[in-house]
């Protein structure tokens, strides 16, 4: 059998930023579809990245839709259900970009998985507005925004007593004006995400969904047992201090509808439910709240899924989380990244398994940040194996101070295509052997994304195989790849049955196999 193998400089190289920059001439990224339900407000803008200024056009767009063609920015609603593929059309001084565009009008919303960044993994529950914006205004300053990253989601850390029209959850003094800053953030062509949980409390001792009393007031609240922004027990060796898990559980009387409302009055677009374990009729509930609001808000759950729910997951929710809080070490990010594979008859378009945040950049659950504790080649296989799962991309560190390194991570597009395919298929494992990982996933145009992995300590020498006789199992048998590394965006040349490489140790190399007959 004719072999080819190749390397890729090792581990000395792989320390390197490996994506090229982005062309000057307009390029149109981002995922190839978009669902929306009939009557919904419809919001996107074009990701495209080139030298500005630059302006939009799109030919097709159906009536109900309109083009702001300096922003990018596509607004209106679409009344029936159907599909319509427009042409996306980017334009500077130096030339055109395309881009075929499908727009899903049907029942289901997330049909890739949400890219963008939350709270809880820089700031935990010390986040403010001034956080959020400073986060909102660096992901459009830095171009994350022109490469598809869209959410800016607030966690645990922003609520206060209920109260206004609809008798919901108010935010803190840290957010005097959530319907403001909602706009601001639309206004950066952007989307707005907040956490609850149904239980009395949240994880971290914020008011919660549920209350004892009709009329949503909280005894702990009432008797002061708070700081000023409405946690409880913000020093737990105080006296008399009561720990936040007593709280932990469901109230007699459920709010769920009046705050839905709420946020659907706020602007919000994507909602994370965190308590476990995720219990069907309050995964249910809060899915019904939401659809009556009439506004297409992400339904995210939080966490740790159990996973003879996975089917009502499917049919309740777009997002949920498969596993226990991550955090920036190897360990942490191997055993949540590593161990998805029974979740992938459950991933798809419109519903999405979740192994957690990209533990990427300067994180810091609070007011002190570090650099995160992944060595640069644990880095590429964390943002590598995500995509390949077509998990969602939720960033936690402090968007405002990427450096070059952790931004040419972020906005390398032939990567994020992988996460992003229209198919929605999840990678799975098809080797596993002396610490060496092989996952391949099947993309929409018939091609397949293979991620070579080494958990081991030293480098190694990783391959696939293919063909009736190989792991990879290819439709027209013994075939020929076009070998691409798509980290480098470089063609490697064509292989014949198998190919195999170096990889770093806790490395990766990610290549797109694309057929040529």
Not at 198 to 227: E, H, I, K, L
Not at 453 to 477: C, H, I, M, Q, Y
Not at 493 to 513: C, D, I, Q, Y
Request: negative net charge; charged residues 20%.
């Amino acid at each position: 059998m004719l072999f080819l193998g190749a390397s890729l400089g090792g581990a000395a190289e792989s320390l390197k930023i490996l994506t090229p920059p982005a062309p000057p001439t307009p390029r149109i990224n981002g995922p190839a579809l978009f669902g929306v339900r009939p009557g919904a407000s419809f919001t996107y803008t074009i990701p495209a990245t080139g030298q500005r200024p630059m302006t939009f056009a799109i030919d097709g767009l159906p009536a109900g839709l309109a083009l702001d063609a300096a922003s990018g920015r596509i607004t209106g609603a679409l009344a029936k259900p159907g599909e319509h593929t427009v042409t996306l059309r980017a334009k500077n001084v130096l030339g055109e970009g395309t881009r075929a565009f499908r727009i899903v009008v049907g029942d289901r919303i997330a049909l890739t998985p949400p890219m963008g960044w939350s709270s809880w993994n820089c700031w935990g529950d010390a986040v403010s507005s001034e956080h959020v914006l400073s986060s909102a205004r660096a992901m459009a300053a830095s171009g994350l925004r022109d490469h598809g990253w869209t959410y800016i989601n607030i966690d645990d850390g922003w609520q206060g007593p209920r109260g206004g029209k609809f008798n919901a959850l108010q935010p803190n003094k840290k957010f005097p004006d959530m319907k403001a800053l909602a706009g601001e953030i639309h206004a950066l062509g952007l989307k707005f995400g907040l956490y609850s949980s149904p239980w009395r409390g949240t994880y971290a001792g914020y008011v919660g969904g549920s209350s004892d009393n009709s009329d949503g007031t909280y005894a702990w609240v009432q008797s002061g047992d708070v700081n000023e922004n409405y946690r409880l027990n913000k020093d737990p060796k105080a006296p008399g201090a009561k720990p936040t898990w007593i709280n932990w559980k469901f109230g007699a009387h459920s709010f769920a509808a009046a705050d839905a409302r709420q946020w659907a009055q706020w602007g919000v677009d994507y909602l994370k439910y965190d308590w476990f374990p995720n219990d069907v009729p309050h995964v249910t509930e809060m899915t019904d709240a939401l659809r009556a609001t009439g506004r297409d808000i992400v339904y995210s759950l939080s966490n740790t899924g159990i996973y003879d729910h996975a089917p009502d997951y499917v049919r309740l929710a777009n997002v949920w989380r498969t596993t226990g809080d991550i955090n920036d070490s190897w360990g942490s990010v191997s055993r949540n990244g590593f161990s998805q594979d029974r979740w992938a008859a459950y991933t798809g378009p419109g519903h999405w398994s979740d192994p957690d945040m990209l533990v990427l950049g300067m994180v810091g659950w609070g007011p002190s940040l570090h650099p995160t504790h992944l060595t640069p080649d644990e880095q590429y296989s964390h943002m590598s194996l995500w995509c390949l799962l077509s998990a969602p991309l939720l960033l936690g560190c402090d968007v405002a101070q990427l450096d070059d390194f952790t931004l040419g991570l972020l906005t390398n597009d032939e990567v994020l295509a992988i996460d992003q395919d229209p198919l929605g298929k999840q990678a799975t494992q098809i080797s596993n052997q002396d610490g060496h990982v092989v996952y391949a996933k099947t993309l929409e145009d018939g091609s397949f994304a293979v991620g070579l992995f080494n958990r081991g300590e030293t480098e190694s020498t990783v391959g696939v195989k293919w063909g009736p006789w190989g792991a990879l199992a290819t439709p027209d048998g013994d075939a020929t790849f076009v070998v691409r590394d798509l980290w480098r965006q470089k063609d490697l040349g064509s292989f014949k049955g198998k190919f195999e490489t170096k990889v770093a140790p806790h490395g990766v190399v990610l290549l797109r196999l694309i057929p040529t007959r």
